[in-house]
């Protein structure tokens, strides 16, 4: 059986769900936060060490401004309200993506959760925000050069904003749409994939263990026979 470590989840549908069910995108990202709270549950359950979000990316930004203020503002609560049990249960909070845009409210609160459960090891999740793996490959390359080291396929690895974790076993895009998103690129070389039909907000604990059993029969080459 294929070991799991680390999952990684394109958290596709809040939008489409909130119009569709409560004619609210808004209400759509709220009940998105619900399925991931239940998510992290399950993965701790499943003793998986690492689980990358995507939250939010680079070319969200393009959405309208009380959206993504809606957005960050509902992050914000959240991690007023949940740091503290985060780090009881052992998780490891850490942001992912280029930081220089957001508020200094918002970058107070992810700096202080990520301070205060720094040294948890239950869990390690990476929340994708501003992030896009494009720009995270240059800004790897451009550190390395900037170091003088030679350009390597580990030397990018370890330059990366997720140079703390290994690559992930998996990915997940929930939401009916078959692409991959600038999410990970690099990362996701050796990963399995799996579309899923649901928008976010009805992935259900019991479609994510679906995803787990499976992919724990599968044969992986990684290119041999």
Do not use: C
């Amino acid at each position: 059986m294929n070991p799991i470590k680390h999952v990684a989840i394109i958290m596709d549908g809040n939008g489409r769900w909130g119009l569709k069910k409560k004619n609210s995108r808004n209400l759509g990202h709220k009940a998105g936060l619900v399925t991931v709270e239940k998510i992290i549950k399950e993965s701790i359950k499943k003793k998986i060490k690492y689980l990358t979000l995507y939250a939010f990316s680079t070319e969200n930004w393009k959405r309208p401004k009380k959206e993504i203020n809606f957005l960050f503002g509902l992050l914000h609560d959240f991690l007023k309200k949940k740091t503290n049990e985060l780090n009881e249960n052992g998780i490891k909070f850490k942001v992912i993506g280029n930081r220089h845009l957001f508020s200094k409210k918002l970058s107070k609160i992810l700096l202080s959760a990520e301070k205060i459960t720094k040294n948890n090891k239950i869990l390690h999740i990476n929340l994708a925000l501003n992030y896009g793996s494009k720009s995270e490959i240059i800004n790897s390359i451009r550190l390395i050069t900037k170091k003088k080291i030679p350009i390597n396929q580990l030397n990018i690895s370890k330059n990366l904003y997720t140079k703390d974790s290994p690559d992930p076993d998996l990915l997940i895009r929930t939401g009916k749409t078959n692409r991959l998103s600038n999410f990970l690129l690099w990362q996701i070389a050796y990963s399995e994939i799996y579309f899923v039909k649901k928008l976010w907000p009805d992935f259900s604990v019991n479609d994510y263990n679906k995803i787990l059993k499976n992919f724990k029969k599968i044969k992986r080459n990684f290119g041999a026979i």
